[in-house]
């Protein structure tokens, strides 16, 4: 481990811990577009931290002290999973200490972490909604494994930057099994975000909302916290998704300062897109009943299967 | 073959055992004497099991050593054998026992059923048994010992015998032992290949042809597939464990569930040796159902110990079919593959038996402070019992296969296995290992469900009854027992590459092949085949998580404030909570319940909308009891009426038969 990766990885973890609440930003702006409706500023998510971050927390009487370190952890596991997923470089020191299936563990730790605390309080909203989280999460991991599979096959290989530099070589052209493993993702990635069709970000609405309801008793900077790994989970899938599907300009190596300069403006403008793509599929898609969930998970795990198959089948 | 001399550990071993049974005919001696029994010979037997556990650690890397014992029978002398494999499975046997009996001496008080000097002598037979199942080195010993293992564990399970139900789940595990004992005395059979040999030696040496050594194979997986719990002889577990006192249910699903996965290995690697491709497959599509089955179930469960037995199929289902993975690449001569998934196999065996023991305990501290198996009725503990809360909280995380706790780095080895299989040359089996590592996948990702279940319907929330809060915490020694096991969580979990290096004796008896790098690798990296191909270092991860929790505190204290301030819930304003208003263990696994309802045989129970008095309940049950159990049962009271006719109950009639048979005999040897 050199000073310069080690300095470039805490680049990466900076950049993301910067980046995450503005993409949350630019997704609702996006989103405010395409619905006609006059946009609050992208910047808002900043603002809301930072107001929340000043003040008083209230705690419930009988919170435990799961409670409290809850978002002190998952904020930790997220920021943990922002520097394996190479978003602007890949033979970065910490990337070697976690490979894809260590990154869907951190997830699932930060899972259990959330859906531990919300049934602390004993409220009907917080057992609720770590039952359905739990209920979205037991579909969607598999389904995000069995995309990393994919992907792994091609490159033999778990660990992500070696993934990411093998499908970075290969020639241009629309993969099938890769095509398929990109849908599912796409999917995944909806549900275990809390986004629309799986669930709805905006709600407070008792009987619909999953991952709000898990939060609702929390205030203050611990609900400061979980907004923002929130926005970091987000921030992460989506560079799991572009690292894997769309890997160019991701710098190779960890010392090289240009290649890792000009990995930002791609980031940044990949991040655009596919925030705009996600608020997209948000404005044109309703939101399911939650027991029509396991259909659409099942289908991205189908797909994720499939792909696994085309791959071994046809070898591409 | 192996000639070898009896070395010191395997002296220290048999010590052990003649230790162990030693304690229990002192606390034959004395049966009533309760505080003798708990505050001495316990504690004496945790010291022996520490012991065992260090002489096993010791003895892991060393070359077989045999002995003959001058017991058995004129003629037929009991062997002996310790090499690596028995040192792995008695080093889990020794410090597994150690803490349950540990935490025994704080548990074992009241004596409504058996008395406290019986158990005492069953306990440590029981100990005894699983330990001489361990260095049997021929097919005589190890029957004896494993029948030894099944009654003592029988009279365990039936401590509170004047429990009808209690005494009906003893008879079906008694049951269900004696048809797996039949299918592995029948698989010695088969090994010694008409030699009339049954020491192991023989067996390894004796040549099987045609489709024998495949008789064998099917005959060791069903007989220790019923010790083990796989589909369909799995019915005894979620009966046995809930009736047996909590210490005896952990040491049945740690560790006598291991020594029919020692049997399993020990039959298919060491006496068959060359196994067959499909046998792998085999297991592994066993495997996996059994480890969907029993997770799927386990997710509905109301009380928290048919929970967590359901939850140890689950694990001894993900086991079975990481060896059918082991047994798939050594047929197809993958050596580091195939030590791969065997060091993935043996790791999960350890590691189960850290956590499934630490997590029966912490069930035996809730149940001896509120008297309640059931889920439905309990609630918020952590408040109550802060140090069974945390130490249960480790296992269930571990559990959860969650980094960087230990039940993680197993299913990570094996996935990675898994992952490498296209490398196969039959296509076929390249195409059913996506859907397995699908399966296995799911298999994890519901264990998640489950934990949480566990773990938030008892210890967080509300108090679901009054009569909670006068909960206490475990006592001392129940404290130092469960802060082990959960230690042990911790370090399995941090330290793979140690414990990777300690299997590799192991495996390199198996499969002949080891999956430690050469030149050792580094330490603090877990990179079994080289770090470009994949890497886990759970320290790294551990630390990091740590350092950003710790540095997140101190910062947004330092840069804004600490205050807190205590209030109601606020649960979007509702003013009426109580405690009913939670989720319930019914509610909880309603989402389960809702997606694989063909699985469950389900009778329930709704009100109509007019109902005064409403009453809802639901009763889950096993389809297998229904299409396979009862039919069997049925069966065999038929024939046994059918064959009752010719019991008359008179002497005449039995003369009559007697006679008859002798004149039939005269006929024919004639």
């Known amino acids: 481990m050199t000073l310069a990766g080690l300095l470039s990885q805490v680049l990466q973890v900076a950049l993301a811990l910067a980046l995450a609440p503005l993409l949350v930003g630019w997704i609702n702006q996006c989103r405010a577009w395409l619905q006609n409706r006059s946009a609050p500023s992208m910047f808002l998510p900043y603002r809301t931290i930072r107001k929340l971050f000043m003040k008083d927390a209230v705690v419930a009487e009988n919170a435990s002290p799961i409670f409290r370190t809850m978002p002190y952890v998952v904020f930790g596991a997220m920021c943990c999973a922002a520097a394996i997923v190479p978003s602007l470089a890949t033979d970065l020191p910490f990337a070697r200490a976690a490979d894809a299936i260590a990154l869907v563990g951190l997830f699932a730790l930060a899972r259990v972490f959330i859906s531990l605390a919300a049934m602390d309080i004993g409220t009907s909203f917080g057992s609720l909604g770590a039952r359905r989280e739990m209920f979205i999460g037991f579909l969607a991991e ?6 990393l599979f994919t992907a792994s096959l091609i490159s033999g290989s778990t660990s992500l930057p070696t993934i990411v530099e093998t499908l970075a070589h290969r020639e241009f052209a629309i993969y099938p099994s890769l095509a398929l493993a990109g849908v599912a993702f796409a999917m995944v990635s909806l549900a275990e975000n809390a986004r629309i069709p799986v669930d709805n970000p905006a709600t407070h609405l008792e009987l619909t909302m999953i991952h709000e309801a898990m939060v609702l008793e929390y205030s203050a900077r611990h609900l400061a916290l979980i907004e923002w790994a929130s926005a970091l989970k987000l921030f992460n899938y989506s560079c799991i998704g572009l690292a894997i599907f769309m890997p160019v300009g991701i710098a190779e190596g960890s010392t ?5 300069m000009a990995a930002v403006p791609i980031l940044v403008a990949k991040l655009m897109v596919g925030g705009f793509a996600l608020a997209l599929i948000e404005t044109l898609s309703a939101k399911m009943r939650i027991f029509r969930a396991p259909e659409f998970l099942g289908t991205a795990f189908l797909l994720a299967v499939l792909a696994m198959l085309v791959n071994l089948l046809l070898g591409s | 073959m192996n000639a070898a001399l009896p070395s010191f550990p395997l002296y220290a071993v048999l010590g052990a055992i003649a230790a162990w049974l030693a304690i229990g005919t002192v606390g034959l001696a004395a049966p009533r004497q309760l505080r003798f029994v708990s505050r001495v010979l316990f504690p004496l037997g945790s010291a022996i099991g520490l012991g065992l556990a260090i002489v096993a650690f010791l003895a892991l890397g060393d070359a077989p050593s045999t002995l003959v014992l001058p017991l058995g029978l004129p003629d037929l002398p009991f062997h002996v054998r310790l090499d690596p494999l028995s040192a792995f499975f008695l080093l889990i046997l020794g410090s597994a026992g150690a803490a349950i009996s ?7 008080r009241s004596s409504e059923g058996t008395a406290p000097g019986l158990i005492c002598f069953l306990y440590h037979a029981f100990l005894a048994a699983m330990a ?10 190890f029957m004896v010992a494993w029948e030894t293992m099944a009654l003592s564990s029988y009279f365990l399970v039936t401590t509170e015998h004047r429990i009808p139900e ?5 008879f079906l595990y008694l049951l269900i032992a004696h048809v797996g004992a039949i299918g592995i005395l029948l698989c010695f059979g088969v090994l010694q290949g008409g030699t009339g040999d049954y020491s192991f030696d023989g067996m390894r040496s004796a040549t099987l042809h045609g489709a024998w050594p495949s008789a064998a194979f099917l005959l060791a997986l069903f007989g220790f597939g019923a010790k083990a719990g796989l589909l369909p002889l799995h019915v005894w577990l979620p009966e046995a464990h809930p ?5 005896v249910s952990a040491l049945m699903s740690g560790v006598m569930l291991k020594t ?6 020990r039959v298919t690697f060491d006496l068959l040796g060359n196994p067959l491709w499909w046998w792998g497959v085999v297991a592994l599509s066993l495997g996996l159902i059994t480890a969907l089955f029993g997770v799927i179930f386990a997710a509905v469960q109301t009380d928290m110990k048919r929970l967590l037995a359901y939850s140890s199929i689950e694990n001894i289902g993900i086991i079975v079919a990481g060896i059918g993975l082991a047994v798939l690449f050594s047929a197809y001569g993958k050596g580091l593959l195939s030590a791969i998934a065997m060091i993935a196999v043996l790791y999960h065996v350890l590691n189960h038996a850290f956590f499934k023991s630490l997590l029966f305990l912490a069930t035996g501290s809730v149940l001896h402070s509120t008297r309640e198996r059931s889920l439905g009725k309990l609630g918020g503990l952590i408040h109550r019992m802060p140090w069974v809360a945390w130490l249960a909280l480790v296992g269930t995380l571990a559990s959860a296969g969650l980094p960087p706790l230990n039940g993680f780095v197993s299913e990570w080895l094996l996935l990675q296995a898994f992952l490498f299989t296209p490398s196969l040359p039959q296509s076929f089996v390249n195409m059913l290992v996506p859907l397995a ?6 298999a994890a990702a519901l264990a998640a469900y489950v934990m949480v279940k566990f773990y938030g319907v008892i210890f967080l929330g509300q108090p679901r009854e009054p009569n909670l809060a006068n909960a206490h915490d475990a006592g001392r020694f129940e404290r130092v027992a469960l802060s082990y096991l959960a230690a042990g969580c911790v370090l399995l979990g941090v330290f793979p590459t140690a414990v990777i290096e300690l299997l590799d004796p192991v495996s390199r008896m198996l499969v002949g092949a080891s999956a430690v790098p050469a030149g050792g690798g580094s330490w603090l990296v877990l990179a079994p085949i080289s770090e470009d191909r994949a890497s886990y270092s759970p320290m790294v991860v551990l630390l990091a998580i740590v350092v950003v929790v710790l540095v997140t505190v101190y910062v947004v204290h330092r840069l804004y404030h600490g205050r807190v301030r205590r209030a109601p819930p606020w649960d979007c304003g509702f003013p009426l909570q109580t405690s009913r208003m939670q989720d319930t263990a019914e509610g909880f696994g309603q989402p389960i319940r809702q997606v694989f309802e063909p699985f469950f045989r389900m009778e329930r129970e709704l009100p109509s909308p007019f109902d005064t008095a409403p009453r809802y309940s639901v009763r889950i049950a096993d389809r297998f009891w229904h299409a396979l159990y009862l039919p069997v049962a049925k069966a065999a009271d038929a024939l046994a009426r059918l064959v009752g006719f010719i019991q008359q109950g008179r002497i005449s009639v039995y003369l009559t038969y007697s006679f008859v048979t002798l004149l039939a005999l005269l006929a024919f040897v004639r």
Do not use: H, K, Q, T
């Open chain 1, 256 to 260: 090289n300062w240009l290649a890792i």
């Open chain 2, 243 to 247: 009736a047996a006192p909590s210490p």
């Open chain 2, 132 to 141: 001489a199942v361990l260095v049997a080195d021929d097919a005589y010993l």
């Open chain 2, 437 to 442: 590592a699908g399966a296995l996948v799911l």
């Open chain 2, 166 to 170: 209690i005494r009906r789940a003893g």
């Open chain 1, 142 to 147: 598999p389904a995000l494994l069995m995309v």
């Open chain 2, 260 to 265: 029919a996965i020692y049997g399993l290995l």
């Open chain 2, 102 to 108: 540990l935490f025994s001496v704080g548990y074992f």
